[in-house]
C-alpha cells in the first residue's frame, strides 16, 4: 500500500464571476513526494494550492485524504481536515500580536486543546528545529523574512500534518534571506514530508522534486519528473517558460 | 474667605455625593458600552447578513438621534408599554446602548483593518470561526481600537451630566440644585467643571497607562 496517494485532488474547478481560473485539476501524491507547481503568474496556483484546503471554495471537484473523500460543507469535517493539511504562505501571515513561541503554540491550545505544557514544549521542539531556538520571544515585527518563514513551517509542522502546501514560500525573502528557508524545506524532503510546492526555485526543484507540474490558464499543460520537464519537455509552452525562470532564476538559487 | 466657607461646607459635599452618583453610572456604562461595542462591532463585519443589518439599524439609530432623546424613551416613553425603569437604570441603558452603538464603530474599523493573510492562516491551522476571531483577531483589533474607545469613554464622562434630565441626580444635577438655590452659578459650575477635568485626567492617565501595558513590538502607536 505504499503507493496509495495520501491526497487526491479531483477535477477543481474555481470561476470568478464568468472567469474559469481552474477548468478541472486532478492531482495525487504519495507519502514523502515532492510535487512542484511551476507556471505563469496568473496561471492559477495559488488559488488551486487554496482549494486543496478550501480557503477557496472550489466550485466543483473533490478531494481526498488518505482515501476518504473531504466534505468541506460539514464544518466539524472541515476543520479536522484542514489540521492534517499544513499551509505556507507567500507572505509567511504570521499572526502579529503573538511571538514566536505563541504562534506556533497558539494552534495546539486552541484547535489541538493541548495542556500548555506539551504545548509549549512542542512548540520549542519546532522552532530549535527551524533553527530558531534562541528567537522563541520575539515578535514577527523583530524577525527577519527568512526567520518569519520559518516559523510559519515550524507553526505548520507543530499540527503533525499529513501534507503540506508550500506557496512561493522563498518568493517574498531578499536573496539572501532564501538559502535559510529552502534549507529547511530540505530537510523536510529528507524526513519524509509530503509537499505540493508552487515555487520559481528552479535548481531547488530539479534536486528534489518528484514530479514537476506546468500549470497555465487554469489546466495541467504538462508533469513529469523533473529531467524531462526542465530539459525536454514535449509541450512548446513548457520549453519556453522553463528557459524564462532558467534565465530569471536558474543561477545562484 | 466667605466664598471658601460656601465651598466647604455646601459646594463640595454636594458634588461629592453627585460625584459618587456620577461614578456609579460611568463605570457600568463603559463597561456595558465597551462589551456592547465588541459584540456589535464583530458582527457589523462577520454576522449572517441579516443580523448586519439588525445591528447597522441599531447604530444608525443610536448614532443618529440626540442622546437626551433617548435617555427620555427610556425613562418616560416604555412606562407606556408597561415597563417601568428608575432614573438610574434608564440612564445606563441609555448610557451603554449610545455608547455600544459609537464603540462598535472603533472595533468595526479596526477588525478590517487585521490583514487578511492572518485569517487565511488561522483558518488552514483549523481555526473554526470563532476561535480565529478571539484568538487572533479581536486581540489585535481591541489593541488599534484602543485609543479611539478610549476617546469614547472620555465622552461617556461628559454626557453621563445628561443623566439628570430623567432625574438621576449625577454631579450636574447636584450642582444645578445647588447654584439656583444659592443663585451662584459661576462658582458652583466651576467647581463642577474642575471635578470633570479631574475625572477626565484620570481616565487618560489610565487609558494611556492601559495602551502601555497591552503594546507589542509592531503594534506601537505613531509618535512613540
Ligand atoms: N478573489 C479573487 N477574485 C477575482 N479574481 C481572482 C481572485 N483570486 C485570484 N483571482 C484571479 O485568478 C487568477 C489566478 O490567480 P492565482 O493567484 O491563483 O495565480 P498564480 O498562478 O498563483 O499567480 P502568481 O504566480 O502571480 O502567484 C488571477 O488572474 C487572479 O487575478
Ligand atoms: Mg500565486
Request: aromatic share 10%.
Amino acid at each position: 500500500m505504499e503507493n496509495d496517494p495520501i491526497l487526491r485532488i479531483e477535477d477543481i474547478k474555481k470561476a470568478y464571476r464568468a472567469r474559469e481560473i481552474l477548468k478541472g485539476i486532478s492531482l495525487s501524491i504519495s507519502k514523502g513526494e515532492l510535487k512542484v507547481l511551476i507556471g505563469p503568474s496568473g496561471g492559477g496556483k495559488s488559488t488551486l494550492l487554496q482549494c486543496i484546503n478550501f480557503l477557496v471554495m472550489p466550485d466543483g471537484g473533490d478531494v481526498w485524504l488518505e482515501g476518504r473523500k473531504v466534505n468541506p460543507h460539514r464544518k466539524r469535517e472541515l476543520y479536522g481536515y484542514r489540521q492534517q493539511v499544513g499551509m505556507i504562505f507567500q507572505d509567511f501571515n504570521l499572526f502579529d500580536h503573538l511571538s514566536a513561541l505563541q504562534n506556533v503554540q497558539i494552534a495546539l491550545l486552541r484547535v489541538k486543546g493541548m495542556d500548555k505544557k506539551s504545548a509549549r514544549e512542542r512548540a520549542v521542539a519546532e522552532l530549535e528545529r527551524v533553527g530558531l531556538g534562541k528567537h522563541i520571544d520575539h515578535y514577527p515585527a523583530q524577525l527577519s523574512g527568512g526567520q518569519k518563514q520559518r516559523v510559519s513551517i515550524a507553526r505548520a509542522l507543530a499540527m503533525d500534518p499529513k501534507v503540506m502546501l508550500l506557496d512561493e514560500p522563498t518568493s517574498a525573502l531578499d536573496p539572501e534571506l532564501i538559502g535559510e528557508v529552502l534549507a529547511v524545506i530540505k530537510n523536510l524532503v529528507a524526513n519524509g514530508m509530503t509537499m505540493i510546492m508552487a515555487t520559481h526555485q528552479i535548481s531547488f526543484s530539479s534536486a528534489f522534486a518528484t514530479e514537476i507540474i506546468f500549470m497555465e490558464d487554469g489546466l495541467i499543460v504538462e508533469q513529469g519528473p523533473p529531467s524531462k520537464i526542465l530539459s525536454s519537455a514535449e509541450c512548446a509552452r513548457t520549453k519556453e517558460f522553463c528557459s524564462k525562470i532558467y534565465d530569471l532564476h536558474g543561477e545562484g538559487n | 474667605m466667605d466664598e471658601w466657607q460656601f465651598f466647604q461646607s455646601q459646594v463640595f459635599p454636594s458634588l461629592m455625593k453627585g460625584f459618587k452618583v456620577s461614578i456609579s453610572l460611568i463605570l457600568p456604562s463603559a463597561f456595558l458600552g465597551v462589551c456592547i461595542g465588541i459584540w456589535a462591532g464583530s458582527m457589523r463585519v462577520y454576522g449572517s447578513t441579516w443580523l448586519r443589518k439588525l445591528v447597522d439599524a441599531y447604530v444608525a439609530i443610536f448614532r443618529g438621534t440626540p442622546l437626551v432623546v433617548q435617555l427620555f424613551f427610556w425613562y418616560f416613553g416604555l412606562p407606556h408599554v408597561g415597563i417601568y425603569l428608575s432614573p438610574f437604570a434608564a440612564s445606563v441603558v441609555g448610557f451603554s446602548l449610545c455608547s455600544g452603538a459609537y464603540q462598535s464603530e472603533y472595533v468595526r474599523g479596526a477588525l478590517l483593518s487585521i490583514k487578511k493573510g492572518q485569517m487565511l492562516a488561522a483558518q488552514a491551522l483549523g481555526f473554526s470561526k470563532w476561535q480565529m476571531l478571539r484568538s487572533v483577531i479581536l486581540p489585535q483589533a481591541l489593541r488599534r481600537a484602543l485609543p479611539g474607545c478610549g476617546n469614547e469613554i472620555i465622552y461617556l464622562i461628559k454626557y453621563s451630566s445628561l443623566a439628570y434630565m430623567v432625574t438621576c441626580i449625577e454631579m450636574t444635577g447636584e450642582a444645578k440644585i445647588l447654584a439656583s438655590h444659592y443663585f451662584k452659578y459661576t462658582e458652583v459650575f466651576l467647581a463642577v467643571g474642575a471635578f470633570y477635568l479631574v475625572l477626565v485626567s484620570l481616565a487618560g492617565w489610565f487609558l494611556h497607562h492601559l495602551e502601555g501595558r497591552l503594546s507589542i513590538p509592531g503594534f506601537e502607536h505613531h509618535g512613540k
